[in-house]
């Protein structure tokens, strides 16, 4: 075959490759279809819980790029009361990141109300996924709302 034959199909080649590609990805999610019973991507998912505490190990203000005001990046560590059997769960030696649930950081009306500072200690459950292509694992506090948006 002539070189310059097959450097003239590239592209077309190329092309067909992006249209079916682009066929094959599903899009965005209806709720009112979800709620029909197709099938969601990425749930239905299931979490087995792993009591303990958290420790709010660093409180630093940060600016975040389109909010108003400062935000807060907040650091803890979390010791399980009992062993954590998901290898990729532990959290021995580790800091994790307290974000809102959309994953932006809390503001200083968020902080003051549920008094968040350095050295507080919260009851905390870790969930560690167990079925499902969910988040592999998330913090829930006790006491703190992390929906609580109007008081960013």
Same mark, same amino acid.
């Given at each position: ?66 909010? %108003? @005001? &400062?935000?807060?990046?907040?650091? *803890? ?10 290898? $990729?769960?532990? !959290? ?9 649930? %959309? @994953? &932006?950081?809390?503001?200083?009306? *968020? ?10 200690? $919260?009851?905390? !459950? ?27």
């Amino acid at each position: 075959m002539e070189m310059g034959i097959l450097f003239r199909s590239l592209p077309a080649v190329f092309t067909l490759g992006l249209l079916f590609w682009g066929l094959a990805i599903p899009g965005p999610v209806d709720p009112e279809t979800a709620a029909a019973g197709s099938p969601i991507l990425g749930g239905p998912c299931e979490y087995k819980g792993y009591r303990g505490q958290a420790r709010i190990v660093s409180v630093q203000p940060v600016l975040s790029a389109g909010e %108003n @005001g &400062t935000t807060f990046e907040v650091a *803890f560590s979390f010791h399980s009361a009992v062993p954590i059997s998901e290898s $990729f769960a532990r !959290t021995e030696g580790r800091t994790f990141l307290l974000t809102m649930r %959309n @994953g &932006t950081y809390p503001g200083q009306k *968020f902080l003051e109300k549920y008094r968040i500072e350095t050295d507080r200690v $919260f009851d905390c !459950t870790l969930q560690v996924i167990t079925k499902g292509t969910c988040t592999p694992t998330q913090f829930e506090f006790a006491g703190i709302d992390l929906n609580d948006y109007g008081t960013r």
